[in-house]
Every structure is written in C-alpha cells, then in structure tokens.
C-alpha cells in the first residue's frame, strides 16, 4: 500500500486560509470515510485535529476542517496563525488480506510567511 | 485523560530485536484499540500494527513476518518486538491509542537506532 500524496509544502500569509490536498486510491480514500488528519511540531508526537474526514476533537479551533471528494481529501486551515507553522499529515483507513491497514500521508510543511 | 508513556532500548545491532513498552495512564484497555507507529528521521509516519484489548491482532504486511504486539491487562501495557532489525528500522516508534478509525492520544515517542 502506498503512501498518500501530499503537497511538500504550502505557505500563507498570517490571517489568510489554505488548504493542505491528500490524494489517495479508490480503496483508501475513496472507499472509507475514514481519513484523520495530525499536526506535528518538531520533536513532538502527531496531533490530531480531524477525524471520520470532518470532525474535530474537542478543543480543536474551528479554524480547522476536512473535507473529501472522490480520492482526495482536504484539510483547510482558515484565520491562519504563527502557531500553525508546523507539518501536517492526513490518514485513511482501508483493508490488507490481513484485515484493517491504515496508510499515512507524505506529510505538509505548512509556512505562515 | 489518557496518558501514554514509552519506554526501551535505543541503540541496537543489526539482526537484534527491538523492544518497546507502552504504559496506559488514566484508562484502560477496554474496548479500546492500540496501535505502534514508527517514523524514520526526516520522513513520514507507517503503521506498524494494532491490538484490541481481547488480545486480537492486525499487522502491517510489510512487517508480518517480523513483528509482534502485545498487551499486559494487569499492567495497562502493550509491548513491541520487531526482529531482525536493520538500519531500516531506525526511526521513532510511537503507541497510540484509538479513537474510532484515528488516532486520538500518543505516546512522547521512543527513539530507536539500528547501528553496527
């Protein structure tokens, strides 16, 4: 199973919304609605920030969402700020012949300019 | 609130076996999934495996062969061995635990090194 393809990297000015694509295959993405997105400062473990592909955790900002269509997910990140500076990987759920198999994304430097 | 705390040998020779300890603070393993994460320096993260708390487990077939995760109910613990490890497997191996099909709480990480 292959790794899900993501922008290297992605930039924005303070204030401005981007939007950070994941692009997978019609067993991961395309057939679960189950992708979840982390965020990781460096040093640090994965955050999660979206889950079930437009969910947020509680006491995760509203300036956060997912979205998906077809193969490609989407997490968009509005009102940006200096703490959003950091990489983001998105996630899918899908199936081995060994049963549940999750694959990562290529990860997204996110640079707020 | 769930804790995660990690813990094991860093520094390994090739052919040896990794393994890794993660204690669960402030839950408990029922009808909870757990899983072991790695992510080599400067690259992504690949899921490893994962375990329900009836002791049932699903790997990755990239590491079928060489892996086994287990869990230690009276400990609130699950465990990792990954065998004949090469340069390859150098990486921070993190647990996490599962919330539906994410990954919702983390452990700190535990740094491993595969090196002759």
């Known amino acids: 199973q292959s790794a899900l393809t993501q922008p290297a990297s992605v930039s924005g000015s303070p204030g401005q919304s981007i939007t950070i694509s994941c692009t997978g295959t019609s067993s991961d993405i395309g057939a679960y609605n189950f992708v979840s997105w982390y965020q990781q400062h460096p040093g640090k473990a994965p955050k999660l920030m979206i889950y079930?592909?437009?969910n947020r955790p509680s006491g995760i900002s509203n300036r956060f969402s997912g979205s998906k269509s077809g193969n490609t997910a989407s997490l968009s990140i509005s009102g940006l700020q200096a703490e959003d500076e950091t990489t983001y990987y998105c996630?899918?759920?899908?199936?081995?012949?060994?049963?549940?198999?999750?694959?990562f994304g290529t990860g997204t430097k996110v640079t707020v300019l | 609130q769930v804790q995660l705390q990690q813990w094991g040998a860093g520094l390994l020779k090739p052919s040896e076996t990794l393994s890794l300890t993660c204690a669960v603070h402030?839950?408990?393993?029922?009808?909870?999934?757990w899983s072991w994460i790695r992510q080599p320096p400067g690259k992504g993260l690949e899921w490893i495996g994962e375990i329900y708390h009836s002791g049932g487990t699903i790997y990755n077939p990239s590491f079928e062969s060489r892996v086994s995760i287990s869990l230690d109910t009276s400990e609130n613990q699950l465990s990792l061995k990954l065998t004949s490890v090469t340069a390859a497997d150098t990486a921070v191996y993190y647990c996490?635990?599962?919330?539906?099909?994410?990954?919702?709480?983390w452990g700190q990480g535990a740094p491993v090194t595969v090196s002759s």
């Open positions: 996630s899918s759920y899908t199936r081995s012949n060994s049963g549940s198999l999750y694959v």
């Open positions: 996490a635990k599962h919330g539906g099909k994410s990954f919702d709480y």
């Open positions: 079930d592909v437009s």
């Open positions: 402030g839950g408990s393993f029922s009808d909870h999934y």
